[in-house]
């Protein structure tokens, strides 16, 4: 169950008539908390982000090229979940409270890992199997519907499900919330289809009159904290501090088959690029931003930050550091600046990834393939704690806006 000061939930109603139906907007709409946890153990973010780059692209085209055949068998051995945002999500009635990855990459939801499932009476066995692999792990049970409740104002019935019999790479965490779009659940479940996400619910049930989330994190130099707030049916606009900007899901497959954009990127006053304008994707299950590795090499010439293998991020040196510019990610017909400080780590928490405490690293790093493949970057959470993203089913979008922490120096 959730506790009652864990709750934030906003409903301002607006009428809008518009050229012919009336409108209902919530706007904001339905809020729920989020926090961040970290646990990494058995390997490093950027080998566990990696892992991920490597997989999403991979099953985006598969997605893309094979429409009978989706498979998710590629495997990749990174047991971690490295640094992830949870939401605490009720299944069953009355409720099982379920600590979820936040996964905008991914669209089953699904429990089981830790926590075991909780069967009550709106649980509803499909007789259906579910099999899932991530760059960072698989599980594998059976698909349920059942009531899930995400705040007392955000509860779905007949939500798909999975229980997962058997998990690996979720230590820490019961499963997945998956925000990701439905195509990308399309063969997870026996006999074909596709299962209707979290939001699909959310929209078809009537709870929000726009399929729409809105994520809300900001930067963290402790270990466990609630600093996050997913929104859905609209964006919290308490917690933007510039207007919207939109820009259509990328053409360019694989991104297209996830929350896919456009976006160059410039160093610095100069502008020397780093990324031409190329295809990647916005992904809160990925920690760090990642550039393909001919825009990362540009990136570590130009900042003379050099790789630390046993974290396996860049780091730069307290000189190179006052030298550090600007990154600008060239979104639409926006720019988004991430400010030296936002392209470092938090120093309070360099021990806890098995650092030197003194040490200045990066959050750049290297996807691990070059550029012109189709998924060329990933801007992971450490970009969205700067930006506020909006994922829009409906209308095929993308946003950003600025919040109070776009230039925090709190790193
Ligand atoms: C993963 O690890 C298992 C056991 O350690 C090994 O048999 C398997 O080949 C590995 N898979 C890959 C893709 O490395
Ligand atoms: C589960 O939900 C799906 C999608 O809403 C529906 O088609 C199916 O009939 C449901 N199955 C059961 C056993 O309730
Ligand atoms: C961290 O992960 C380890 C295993 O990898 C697990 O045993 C532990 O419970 C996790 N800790 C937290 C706080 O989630
Ligand atoms: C948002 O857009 C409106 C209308 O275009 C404009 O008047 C306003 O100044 C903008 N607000 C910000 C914070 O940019
Ligand atoms: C960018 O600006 C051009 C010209 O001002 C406009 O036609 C286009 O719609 C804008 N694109 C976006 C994504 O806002």
Redesign the pocket.
Known sequence: MFSSTSLISAVLLALSVAAGPVVLIREPSLTLPIVRRFNLTGTTIADADRARAVHLKDNGKKLKSDSQHYRRQSSFNVTNTAVTYTADVGVGSPATTYSLLIDTGSSNTWVGADKAYVQTSTSENTGKSVSVTYGSGSFSGTEYNDTVTLSSDLVITGQGVGVASTSSGFEGVDGILGLGPVDLTEGTVSGGGTVPTVTDNLLSQGTITEEVVGVYYAPTTVESTTNGELTFGGVDTSKTTSNM????ITSTSPASAYWGVDQSITYGSSGTEVLSSTAGIVDTGTTLVLLATDAYNTYVSLTGATLDNSVGLLSISSSDYENLQSLFFNI???TYELTANAQTWPRSLNTAIGGSSNAIYLIVSDLGSDSGEGLDFINGYTFLERFYSVYDTTNSRVGFATTEHTTDTSN
């Open positions: 900007s939109y820009v259509a639409g017909n926006q």
